[in-house]
């Protein structure tokens, strides 16, 4: 099956250091990534919706210049998180959309990364 | 405003028995409708998806149900297992843009011994 690498798993840093997350589709092309965050005993909130080659698209209330994405191929998208603070401890998961012309957009299998846990001291 | 919501929030089972999680929703357009397994500190795990023609869907053990009409649907776990302990998720994909999903808050099932 459809397999999406998320790494690290888990990240503990100081106060005011920046975080990458890198997500990967291991054996299939995801032209749309997404990233989200959870708090405990909470559902999973989108952040942001990422194609491969262009601009990702933030939800309301997510600070681009604070969690910054990058999709430079079919396979890879990263998460950075930059000058964290204690606020920005979560569990991070991406997901992945596999492409696959037999099925419309919206029926299309999202696979999900195992997430990253970031706890900022 | 769309929305998923879920119940019970949480449930204790004996190990062999069945159960079952409800899942309403109010998300429109209708695309379609996932059940999630996430396990504790894991990504979730896609169990069924259903479109607005489907009833019901099977994965093993777990089978869901889908009323469009009444804009409900259920997970039915069939002789529960110890590993079966997580939390589910109803998301309801929206028919717009980038077919964002709408995620539902979960039930946390625990199968005890």
């Known amino acids: 099956g459809a397999v999406v690498s998320q790494h690290p798993s888990w990240v503990i840093c100081k106060s005011g250091t920046s975080v990458k997350i890198e997500c990967r589709s291991l054996?299939?092309?995801?032209?749309?990534m997404f990233w989200y965050r959870q708090f405990p005993k909470q559902s999973l909130m989108l952040m942001a919706t990422s194609n491969e080659g262009s601009k990702a698209t933030y939800e309301q209330g997510v600070e681009k210049d604070k969690f910054l994405i990058n999709h430079a191929s079919l396979t890879l998208s990263t998460l950075t998180v930059t000058s964290a603070h204690p606020e920005d401890s979560s569990f991070y998961i991406c997901?992945?959309?596999?492409?696959?012309?037999?099925?419309?957009?919206?029926?299309?299998?999202?696979?999900f990364g195992d997430g990253t846990r970031l706890s900022i001291l | 405003k769309n929305q998923v919501e879920q119940s019970p929030q949480s449930l204790i089972i004996l190990e062999g028995k069945n159960c079952t999680l409800q899942?309403?929703?109010?998300?429109?357009?209708?695309?379609?409708l996932r059940w999630y397994k996430q396990d504790t500190g894991r990504g979730p795990v896609s169990l069924t998806i259903m479109t607005f023609s489907e009833n019901t869907k099977s994965n093993g053990r777990y089978t869901a149900t889908l009323d469009a009409d009444t804009k409900q649907s259920s997970l039915h776990i069939t002789a529960s297992q110890l590993s079966d302990s997580a939390s589910y998720i109803c998301v309801v994909s929206a028919n717009t843009g980038f077919q964002k999903l709408v995620f539902g808050t979960g039930t946390r099932l625990l199968v005890s011994p």
């Open positions: 054996d299939f092309q995801a032209t749309t």
């Open positions: 997901s992945a959309r596999a492409r696959t012309a037999s099925k419309p957009l919206g029926n299309q299998p999202q696979h």
């Open positions: 899942c309403n929703y109010t998300v429109s357009p209708f695309s379609n």
